[in-house]
């Protein structure tokens, strides 16, 4: 239960925060979206992110990775959260890379990971089958054919869903659809016959897509870990990707609040600043609070990883999850609230991160979808 | 057949022969008529309508017919209003004129002013704008810095205002400035200007819902004509208070105004579906509007009960007060409960993927955020309740 | 929908707050409490409450009421409120007047009315079997025998249990509990044989019982209503039931609210009065503005009954008592955190609000239930 | 053998000789031993584990011996404490002369002062009670009338504390008394006396939940040596505050402290039941107790990860400044949730129709609404952590 940092995660945390706020400020992610950027994310970021061995970060050393543990990751993403910083970060490393080196056979590792921690592969994965998480609620089908397998379904919402060059695909082989059992995971080229990518404009300027699967073969060797038995790769895996959207929430959280902060002892109004105003200082320090909560249970989650607690892993990953969307939808809120009128304007920055606090909520799972999860794990 | 009665006859015979068949559906935002020189009418009909009760003066009822108004008492007001109600008639005109400046003229401008200015804002012909907050002036309006300077029968202003509401689009502006630096609320006046004016600009807001209904607004040496004063010199902050009572009436009733066509369980069913016993499958979801359709109920009966206090002259109207605040939590709170039950179809933002009503429910919701900003802050209205309604204490 | 006083409910609601404020302070309520007191309410205050008409305030006047209307009783329940008045007012007129006038024959109502509206006779509803209000979640038996019945069941929560003469017992006589139909309600001599009353200590130190019935015999003109129909009686008379707890309860409100924003107005700390304090000042406004809502919805409410619209009166009654429910808790429990030490003392009265706050949020169905019956009703 | 490891081998063996076998059962409040002159023992065992700890100074293990304490280092009270732990030993003595009074004592008292009074602390035999609040300064406690005038070499004392703990039961009063009147905080000097002093008197205050554990305490010309005044003349404030700080860390721990046997989902279902799929049969009780689980087990980690910190001398420790809010919060939270979901059982007060248990959640509830009144209001809490930890300006 190390809730502090250790000094070579301290070390990477400044270099992280260095590169973003050098390399990937916000006004980056602005002119990304005015561009309406074919792509959705930076190469050129990405290319120092690789460099600095972000992508490997918690892949194994033998297949290129550094290896350095997930509360590394974390740290990262926590970094990219406080300048929005859009990069294939969690849907190839976060969700993808951890698939494979949960999930992956030895030949699938050979192949994909090195190229995942040099990040010369992108990857995606290709889930939700409606507007609201429910991860076993697969319907898309994958039929035996031939020597192979014969995919048909349509998914949204799948984060860099139109970059991604190999998708990792969650279908049904039997049961029905609800059961945990009969989930078989495919990796699938997204340039394969009867793959169709349409990309999605939401509201925080992020890549996602809808792909739809028509008759798409496959062979037996793309599968991913056992027939029926993907639930047991997907639970873990959306474990550490709640908890890595919750370590970039934790970075947004601070960053408003911080920036909130700045603006209430700079804002003058009566005469006097209005950090100065009781009511707001108390609705500032019930934030500080939800945030101080966030940062422990968070800290705890992401130790759990990295020490093989592999029991208390969904409470903790759900409970962090959890506490960081009711943290950063109250922050992202009184953000803009206090901000007043500019606060309101596109020009400002601060409206770009109420929009992305609740599309980071939604993703792998709402406070809702995990309080009930939550509720399930504790027996009640 | 009493006075009244005889009215009803003509005003109903009157609206038959007048009012446009195509006036009688209801209202769609892309043909609301705002007037002005450069008023577009997506409908032609809405131009004929407007010209029929603008001649008529019933765009505002009320108003004495030597300003051009209907010259109606409230008893025929009250008729007209249930006859237009009767065939559903669309608004004639939507004009922060009417609703806003018009009553203050009325009640501080001089004659000749009142002879100029009314009768185009009953014909719809001027559009104005209002010139109240700027930057650094937002909570704390009256700290405003805009300088009006008296040069022989003109003043010369510069400064710079924002949140005009449509100013890309209105011909004149109703306008604080300050004429004494010395002081702070006795130094501000209130001034009508052409916005046509040299040294005028202004320059669109682009909001985080991608609309941009507001601007800033730049004064360059503009010389405007000192006889378009209303007031007293250095006493216009009279005239803005009462004109914002105007406003935040106005902008208080969120709750009510945007009653959704479906209730908003049965949008939540078609997006997270019913078990067995058709109950909403998501039972803290389930739990959470119920509790956000009494309080809306609670809101709506407030409003009536207010009114109906106001009419019978009973109590001090203290609940009014709340009404703004309220109003702006409630629809904040609708419009996340709205986009929470959408899932990922509450967060597109524009093309595939996404229906009309969806991407209005997305950008409704970031525009909602201006609810407890725009026209006095929650904060403000919060510390204005705690002074004059509940009497507490300042320092 | 009259959402202002006429002239008639004006005056009964002065000389309702002239009685209270004269014959009943909250003094009074401590005495009783300080005793023990066996009957656990005034005789003489109802006796006064009596002269004033108020017991048969929406009794038709053939059967010797006032008829004055619901709308009248709303009022001096309201004024109840506020000194937290224990009478029989609730149990007996509230509840059992409604259900005899709503479901008792001409037999019924003209023996038991008359009696009702003079305060000669006490009555009680035995319906609750569990610790959560649910109304027909009624298992006590009424089986056929001889030329009646024969009641076996036990019975919590009864309101006035011990003092009533006459309880109305729902009982199942079809179906399964938690049906709605199969309910009938029967009128029972509490002195009947079989009948043990056991009168309960609860934290507002009001009146309640629990009640055992053992084969205790009735005859068939006991029964209130048809047999198997109970719950059309049920229904709406708990719709007022409801409906009468949220007048009192708003009653109890706006005192401890205009309680506290005196304390605020008169308490020094740091050289200056408390409610100056703007994080109390908002705090303050947030209950000022939860008063006026609930005001408004419950005038809505108790004008519906008078205006028979009969239909509107479910949604109406659970909006009110929901309504009600969420403003008292929070006003109560801000009250006691705005005085500090001293509303901890059980020497200060603002302490007793809070415990009948509780209890009365949790009588008729507290905002839970009525927030999920809305939900019911509404379809959804 | 290292020296640790060899202290770690005695301790052992001395606890084995010495911890009675009863005094390894879970504590129950009725045995807690608080000590003093009128100390009673329900078990006799705890009596002798008092005397035999109190005697090695194992009750303030790192108090200097020459004081009574255990003069052990860092490293060894971890040993001791693993060790207690390991057996699962009982705490020998609560004291507030333990947790408050003796660390001050250390840092602000005259040697004579601390052999005088820091060995009965640590044996038990003097039992301190704190007068520090007054009916007219509560939050505001610099704002204290108690007088004390000097009379040769006595004070005498006059005035009227409120909500001293247990007062009835102690033997002396660590007390903030007035001794300038022309200033506020520094005329404010800490004294100690002995509450059999002629002219004390007590007078327990019944509070809302039936309890007694406070009293009003009254002054009437208590006359008390001017050498048991602890530091400077009128410097009393910075003693204060200090003690203070012991208080806040101690009274803070709520959500940690009463971690109920049963988990609070269990006992729900016991009152509410569960669905064909075993689960809670209320589905918005069943989320919001899932919310209070999460937050409740985040406090613990905040709690811990401060401990780590300042361990490791990372960081300012700015995270404990808000555990005693955060703490008293949920713990009210938590009270109101079990007397919601026990429904009518949960408003119980005494006699037939509930168990001990039932009737311990309701006065528990009752008693949890002083959590953010006593040891500063959460009011106050927050505008420390706004001004000193947030830096936000005043006025």
């Known amino acids: 239960m190390a809730l502090i940092l250790n000094e070579e995660q301290t070390l990477l945390k400044d270099s992280a925060k260095d590169l973003m706020t050098a390399a990937a400020?916000?006004?980056?992610?602005?002119?990304?979206?005015?561009?309406?950027d074919e792509l959705g994310y930076s190469k050129d970021l990405w290319a120092q992110m690789v460099d600095m061995g972000w992508a490997g970060i918690c892949i194994p050393e033998e297949f290129g990775g550094l290896d350095f543990g997930f509360h590394g990751l974390g740290l990262v993403l926590e970094e990219t959260g406080r300048t929005l910083a859009a990069t294939p970060l969690v849907a190839s490393i976060l969700v993808s890379a951890s698939a494979i080196t949960l999930g992956g056979n030895d030949a699938q590792k050979k192949v994909l990971l090195p190229k995942l921690a040099e990040g010369s592969l992108l990857m995606a994965l290709a889930l939700d089958e409606s507007s609201h998480f429910s991860p076993h609620k697969i319907a898309t089908q994958a039929q035996a054919s031939g020597t192979g397998f014969k995919i048909s379904g349509n998914k949204v919402f799948v984060l860099d869903g139109h970059v991604a060059e190999t998708l990792i695909v969650a279908t049904r082989t039997s049961g029905k659809t609800g059961d945990r059992?009969?989930?078989?995971?495919?990796?699938?080229?997204?340039?394969?016959?009867?793959?169709?990518?349409?990309?999605?404009?939401?509201?925080?300027?992020?890549?996602?897509?809808?792909?739809?699967?028509?008759?798409?073969?496959?062979?037996?060797?793309?599968?991913?870990?056992?027939?029926?038995?993907g639930a047991d790769i997907l639970d873990p895996v959306l474990d550490r990707a709640a908890l890595g959207l919750a370590a970039e929430m934790l970075g947004a959280s601070l960053e408003v609040f911080e920036r909130t902060l700045a603006y209430l002892k700079e804002r003058t109004q009566f005469e006097t600043k209005i950090g100065s105003f009781q009511a707001l200082q108390h609705r500032a320090v019930d934030m500080y609070c939800n945030l101080e909560l966030a940062k422990s249970i968070l800290m705890e989650a992401l130790s759990a990883v990295d020490e093989g607690r592999t029991a208390d892993l969904p409470v903790l990953a759900s409970s962090a999850k959890a506490q960081l969307c009711e943290t950063l939808h109250q922050i992202s809120s009184e953000g803009v609230q206090m901000h007043g009128g500019i606060g309101m304007t596109d020009e400002h920055e601060i409206g770009f991160f109420l929009k992305r606090a609740r599309v980071a909520e939604k993703t792998f799972g709402d406070a809702g979808y995990h309080y009930d999860r939550l509720a399930n794990l504790n027996g009640f | 057949m009493s006075d009244i009665e005889q009215f009803r006859a003509e005003t109903r015979a009157w609206l038959e022969d007048n009012c446009p068949a195509s006036m009688r559906t209801p209202s769609v935002a892309e043909?609301?008529?705002?007037?002005?020189?450069r008023a577009t009418f997506t409908n032609p009909d809405s131009k004929v309508w407007l010209e029929r009760m603008g001649a008529k003066g019933w765009t505002a009822p009320m108003w004495p017919a030597q300003y051009g108004g209907g010259g109606l008492s409230m008893a025929e007001n009250a008729v007209l209003e249930s006859e237009l109600r009767r065939i559903k008639a669309r608004p004639a005109l939507a004009s922060f004129g009417l609703w806003m400046l018009g009553p203050v003229l009325l009640e501080?401008?001089?004659?000749?002013?009142?002879?100029?200015?009314?009768?185009?804002?009953v014909r719809g012909e001027i559009r104005w704008c209002q010139g109240y907050?700027?930057?650094?002036?937002?909570?704390?309006?009256?700290?405003?810095?805009?300088?009006?300077?008296?040069?022989?029968?003109?003043?010369?202003?510069?400064?710079?205002?924002?949140?005009?509401?449509?100013?890309?689009?209105?011909?004149?502006?109703?306008?604080?400035?300050?004429?004494?630096?010395?002081?702070?609320?006795?130094?501000?006046?209130?001034?009508?200007?052409?916005?046509?004016?040299?040294?005028?600009s202004v320059k669109p807001i682009k909001l985080i819902s991608g609309e941009s209904p507001f601007c800033e607004t730049f004064f360059d040496d503009v010389r405007v004509p000192a006889r378009d004063q209303v007031g007293e010199l250095n006493q216009g902050w009279t005239i803005a208070k009462?004109?914002?009572?105007?406003?935040?009436?106005?902008?208080?009733?969120?709750?009510?105004?945007?009653?959704?066509?479906?209730p908003m369980h049965e949008q939540a069913k078609k997006y997270i579906g019913e078990d067995a016993l058709g109950?909403?499958?998501d039972a803290a979801m389930r739990r959470e509007i119920a509790k956000y359709q009494v309080r809306q109920k609670a809101y709506g009966l407030t409003y009536a009960r207010?009114?109906?206090?106001?009419?019978?002259?009973?109590?001090?109207?203290?609940?009014?007060s709340i009404l703004k605040a309220v109003g702006a939590e409630l629809n904040k709170h609708r419009s996340e409960l709205m986009i929470d039950m959408m899932g990922t179809q509450g967060i597109g933002w524009e093309g595939d993927g996404f229906n009309d009503w969806e991407i209005m429910q997305t950008r409704g919701w970031l525009r909602s955020k201006a609810n407890s900003i725009e026209g006095g802050t929650t904060e403000i209205n919060k510390n204005v309740v705690a002074k004059n309604v509940l009497g507490l204490p300042t320092k």
């Not at chain 1, 400020?25 to 309406?36: E, G, Q």
């Not at chain 2, 043909?31 to 020189?37: P, S, T």
């Not at chain 2, 501080?108 to 804002?121: T, V």
């Not at chain 2, 202003?157 to 609320?185: E, M, P």
């Open chain 2, 279 to 281: 109950r909403l499958d």
């Open chain 1, 181 to 229: 059992a009969g989930i078989t995971l495919f990796l699938v080229d997204r340039a394969a016959a009867g793959v169709t990518v349409t990309r999605t404009k939401m509201v925080d300027s992020r890549n996602a897509a809808r792909i739809s699967f028509a008759d798409v073969q496959v062979e037996a060797s793309a599968m991913l870990g056992e027939l029926g038995q």
């Open chain 2, 133 to 200: 907050s700027e930057p650094g002036a937002g909570s704390d309006l009256a700290g405003l810095q805009t300088k009006a300077v008296r040069d022989g029968d003109v003043y010369v202003i510069n400064g710079q205002k924002v949140w005009t509401s449509y100013a890309d689009q209105c011909d004149w502006i109703f306008c604080l400035v300050r004429t004494d630096t010395t002081v702070k609320h006795n130094g501000i006046s209130f001034i009508l200007f052409d916005m046509q004016s040299p040294g005028v």
């Open chain 2, 31 to 37: 043909e609301m008529v705002w007037g002005g020189r």
């Open chain 2, 108 to 121: 501080f401008a001089s004659e000749s002013q009142k002879l100029e200015h009314l009768p185009k804002i």
């Open chain 1, 25 to 36: 400020p916000v006004t980056r992610f602005r002119a990304l979206r005015d561009a309406k």
């Open chain 2, 242 to 262: 009462r004109l914002l009572q105007h406003e935040r009436t106005n902008i208080g009733d969120f709750g009510t105004a945007q009653s959704p066509q479906t």
């Open chain 2, 306 to 320: 207010v009114g109906q206090e106001l009419k019978a002259g009973l109590g001090d109207g203290a609940a009014s």
